[in-house]
């Protein structure tokens, strides 16, 4: 599997996103923000975590408007698989990939722990290694991560199988304790939660390593 | 021309920085503050002529997040 990891100004989680990819057997290639264009053959974007463009606005808001978040959506359009993660969460629902919104933590707080995520649904690409229910530890790392979105969607993402992972115990205030969203075609995901930061046992723990076996087990049996 | 841009949270959308900043008016005795929404204004220095419809489009694909945010235009 061919994989970019896009690169903003601010991004800070890019880095460990590519080893993360690389580990799980990808071929991984870093992506600048100001690129027109994804390399050819890419089957996944990541879209990593940080401070892309210091938050300025909003999160995500600036980066969701530079010139590669164009070939992302195209790439998105055409049925790639993105992933989102925190800040790559904020940029997916900033162009608009993913619906909804990250608001300020409901305490006003930045957290920055390991949480109890429930695998809220295994028929996916990205969660097809977890079985549904499954409890998984991921760390979190924000201070915007309280995810809102409106009734009628809401209840779309329920009937249609779309929210990922919720969290045990909510920290953020999120409507329906929603860590991560599906899109419609489930090949986009965005949340909160770092997988990437979970997949050595040097970091505290590895229930990460699923989502990325799982992803690039779906282009193995391609 | 000057336009100024208000971005308000839409009603109905919880505001956290605006509860903890009744809550601080609250604790320096300013009783009866029944609500509190912060929202932001952004100023544009524009090109004159610039007709209110670009700068509704400018509020629509950038300045505001309409998911969760409306706004408002006022052209100075």
Redesign the interface.
């Given at each position: 599997m061919r994989a970019a990891v896009i690169v903003f100004p601010g991004s800070n989680c890019d880095r460990d996103m590519a080893v993360a990819l690389k580990a799980a057997g990808a071929d991984v290639s870093m992506v600048w923000h100001k690129d027109a264009n994804l390399p050819d053959g890419i089957d996944l974007v990541a879209v990593p975590g940080g401070f892309s463009f210091g938050d300025y606005?909003?999160c995500g808001?600036i980066a969701a408007?530079s010139p590669i978040c164009k070939a992302v959506v195209n790439h998105a359009d055409r049925g790639g698989y993105v992933l989102g993660v925190c800040n790559g969460f904020q940029v997916l629902?900033?162009t608009g990939l993913l619906?909804?919104?990250l608001?300020?933590?409901?305490?006003?707080k930045f957290i920055c722990k390991t949480v109890d995520l429930k695998v809220e649904t295994s028929a996916s690409a990205f969660t097809e290694g977890y079985n549904a229910g499954d409890t998984v530890g991921y760390p979190v790392a924000h201070h915007d991560g309280?995810y809102?979105?409106?009734d009628e969607t809401l209840a779309a993402l329920r009937s249609e199988d779309r929210i990922a992972f919720s969290y045990v115990d909510n920290p953020n205030?999120s409507v329906a304790d929603i860590a991560g969203v599906l899109s419609e075609n489930r090949r986009v995901l965005g949340m909160m939660p770092h997988p990437e930061r979970a997949v050595d046992t040097g970091h505290g723990g590895t229930d990460g390593q699923a989502l990325f076996r799982g992803l690039l087990g779906q282009f193995a049996q391609a | 021309m000057k336009a100024r841009v208000h971005v308000m949270l839409k009603n109905g959308?919880?505001d956290?920085?605006g509860e903890?900043v009744r809550h601080a008016l609250g604790s320096l005795g300013f009783d009866g503050v029944e609500g509190v929404r912060q929202g932001k204004v952004i100023e544009l220095d524009l090109a004159d002529g610039t007709s209110e419809a670009t700068i509704g489009e400018m509020c629509e694909?950038?300045?505001a997040?309409t998911?969760?945010e409306s706004y408002s235009v006022e052209v100075l």
């Open positions: 606005l909003r808001a408007r629902t900033e619906p909804g919104a608001m300020r933590n409901a305490n006003l309280n809102t979105v409106d205030g | 959308v919880l956290p920085q903890a694909k950038l300045l997040n998911v969760i």
